[in-house]
Each structure stands twice: as C-alpha cells, then as structure tokens.
C-alpha cells in the first residue's frame, strides 16, 4: 500500500520524500504518532498516516488507479529482472582462491 501511495502521490504532482518512509512513519514504535503496522494491509489506515506524513490527500481508489496500476507493473519486472541478474551473479562468481587483489 505505502509503494502505491508513493506513486499515486507522484502521478498526482506531489513530491513525495520517500525517507519520511523510515524516519517518520513508525512501523516499530506501536506508541509512536505516525505507527503503521508492518503487517496492516486496511489502505484507509495506512493512508491516514501517508497523508499526514506526506501533505497528501489520497483515496483508495487513487492506490487502485490504471495508472498506479501499471507502474506497480512495470516496477515488479524490473525487480525481477534484477533479481534474476544477482541470483546468476550468485551462481556464476567462483571467489575461491582469490587473494585481496584480485590474485590467484
């Protein structure tokens, strides 16, 4: 829900600090002002704080949007791409008997 706000807010022409993310709104501090659970999937919760953090005034229906939809899309194939390339890294990289160097 927070990466679809994030891209919603964009589309809409905010400028959204994606470090309030992590510094202000507070999935570790139940007690905190801005707590969202890392576990809460309800949008309407989420976006309470979202919007209070971010200046923003978005909807659900602005998360489910073509537009979001399609960015949600595009940015799941590029992390499976990238994925994809660091897992054949993973693979192919033989360091044994390498010394600091570069050395055999």
């Known amino acids: 829900v927070l990466v679809k706000a994030m891209i919603a807010a964009e589309l809409k022409g905010y400028k959204p600090d994606i470090m309030k993310l ?7 501090n139940p007690k905190g002002e801005n707590y969202v659970a890392y576990r809460e999937t309800d949008p309407k919760k989420i976006l309470k704080v979202f919007n209070k953090v971010m200046g923003t005034n978005l ?17 799941e194939k590029i992390a499976e791409e990238i ?8 693979e192919t990289v033989d360091t044994k008997g390498i010394k600091a160097g570069g050395e055999e």
């Open 22 to 28: 992590y510094t202000i709104i507070q999935p570790t």
């Open 83 to 90: 994925k994809g390339i660091e897992e054949l890294e993973d």
């Open 59 to 75: 909807t659900p229906a602005d998360l489910n949007s073509p537009e979001v939809n399609k960015r949600m899309q595009e940015d």
